[in-house]
């Protein structure tokens, strides 16, 4: 997934590689190239130091390779990139040939380059939302203060709100800093504007000779006005931008008439023989970039730094933490440097650190993807070219994807190649709602109606993706039973010998958040359907068998061969059994007692070597 993350005007370095290391799905080494000119930034730029001028200059050869010659000197520790590489106006031209050939010379580095920047959001917002269990994403909700002063949490779509007493408020809404301050503080504690947002343009353009021209590379040049443009292929179509225009209303921005102009004649500056008719513009947006507020007249001088400022209220009011500033290349350090004054503020210490932590599915990377992508396909039964193609699009999540298509659960979308991933958003929501359900009313009071309220849909949309009660509580099962499964799988992988094998399968089968009244009932629920539901059966079946797998695992290292079915057949029983007490029995056995007989048993069955340690985990 290749969209460049830009870190400064003709400069690569750290963070860039920070960005490949943590997140390698959506980074790879870009090639950049940039057209520069000998001695004219150098001069200007000394005549604007003097004061003589306060003009946007270009940036001269001399002052472009020193620049890139001290960052490659600084990085030179933790960078993933090659040097960067200087050319004059004769290797520029035989490298590019449809440049201007009025160039002087080029510098050529590389740098993280991101393709799909939405898909990394999602990916730290499920990170986060795995690391911490009380965390809650909403959608389509807006955070206001109300006429009484408290803050209320509406949904925007339904209509339906209910006060919050937030501790702190963290604001990140980018160049919607000011805007959202208007609704959250008084009007005695709200400041002068903190962003100064300018607006960027970009257009896409489908011109073969165009994409052709550019070599694979991306490509870096200065307007007449010195504004920095870019222009790099993608998705087999050329991105080419930007404008820096001052916007008050981030809502309101759009590419426009005069922008797509602009970008134009820049196109045409770098690239003559090169002609874009306007049928070839296939897609044009803008952003905004929330820069800090400033009275500079030119929008490029303005600082691209981050940083946060807390905003105090009254005494009964919530303090507002803004995030001002930010970029790609620095959200990780961007979002530390908030959740370390958050949790300043809150007298709390950081459990997680994240300047070293790979995201979503580049954790666990592999060195080689295609022979992860062809274990993977063996393992699953899907093609091969299939896992390649849900590599590149997940990383290491896409075993789990793989799981789901294998399993005949999901269709492919026509034309595109990719699954319906709201059908398995969907799917997974209302599996989950009808657990829930489960827990509160049985399997005789269960019914579709109450699943649908629980997932905040109709009927209607529960028999779209189920035929029958029968078939959503047996996908129900199979949700639950993943999720267990995967917390014993977990604390397997890092087990190192036998007995801490056995311990992982037990602590694992006692884990707080699955040994529950209200989940062992719904368990309870589910098994007593088993003789009259096959389908139900033959995930039980499975369930036993897995077990079974995993204690024999750890088993014929410690004990004959011959013993070990009879501690296998102990083990579930016992564990069986006081997931039935605790469903029958509210004020039932604790997660330690049940540990207590866990090792009360196997402290009878296994060699005074093997005594385990799992009731005082």
Known sequence: MKRRIQAGAGIAGRAGSAVAQRAPLYSAAADDGADIRYFSGLGNGIVRFLGLSHRPSRRGAVAVKAGLSIYDFLTRKRTLMPRHQFRGRRATLGKWPAVN???????????????????????LLQDGLAAESGSVALNYAELRRAEDGRCRLADRIGGASFALEPALIVNATG???????????????????????????????????????????????????????????????????????????????????????????????????????????????????????????????????????????????????????????????????AADMTLERLGRKRRIETSERPIGGGRQYPSDKTVW???????????????????????????????????????VMPKSGYLTKISDIRKRELRRAA?????REGMAGATLEKVAVQAGASKGIVLHYFANKQELFEHAMREANAALRDAVVARLNRATTPFERLEAIIEGNFEDRFFQPSICRAWLALCAEVPRE?????????????????????????????ECESVVLGVTALIDGLWLRLALQS????????????????SHRLPAAGQLSVANR
């Open 175 to 337: 160049g919607w800093i000011d805007i959202v301050n208007q609704t959250l503080l008084s009007p005695e504690a709200r400041p002068a504007p903190l962003i100064g947002g300018t607006k960027g343009s970009h257009l896409i353009i489908d011109n073969a000779d165009l994409r052709d021209a550019l070599a694979g590379h991306m490509i870096y040049y200065e307007n007449e006005d010195g504004r920095i443009c870019i222009a790099f292929p993608y998705l087999d179509k050329v991105l080419v931008g930007s404008t820096d225009i001052r916007v008050d209303n981030p809502a309101t921005v759009r590419c426009e008439a005069d922008e797509l102009e602009y970008i134009l004649q820049s196109l045409a500056f770098v690239l003559p023989g090169i002609a874009i008719r306007r049928e070839q513009i296939v897609f044009q947006f803008s952003g905004v970039r929330p820069l800090p507020a400033s009275s500079d007249s030119f929008t490029g001088r303005i600082p691209r730094d981050h940083f946060c400022t807390v905003l105090e209220q009254a005494e009964d009011d919530p303090p507002v933490l803004c995030m001002i500033g930010g970029k790609w290349t620095t959200f990780r350090s961007f979002g530390e440097l």
């Open 373 to 411: 992508s062809v274990t993977l396909a063996r393992r699953t039964g899907i093609s091969s070219e299939r896992a390649a193609e849900l590599f590149d699009r997940y990383g290491t999540e896409a075993e789990k994807i793989a799981v789901f298509i294998a399993a005949g659960l999901d269709m």
């Open 435 to 439: 657990f829930e359900v489960l827990q």
């Open 587 to 602: 004020a039932g056995p604790t997660r330690e007692d049940a540990l207590r007989q866990m090792r009360d048993y196997l």
């Open 534 to 562: 096959p389908q139900l059966a033959r995930i039980q079946k499975v369930i036993h068998a897995r077990m079974r797998s995993n204690l024999m695992s750890a088993l014929v290292h410690i004990l004959p061969e011959d």
């Open 101 to 123: 050939p009025g160039i002087k010379s080029s510098a050529t580095y590389f740098d993280a380059w991101v393709s799909h920047p939405e898909r990394l959001g999602i990916e």
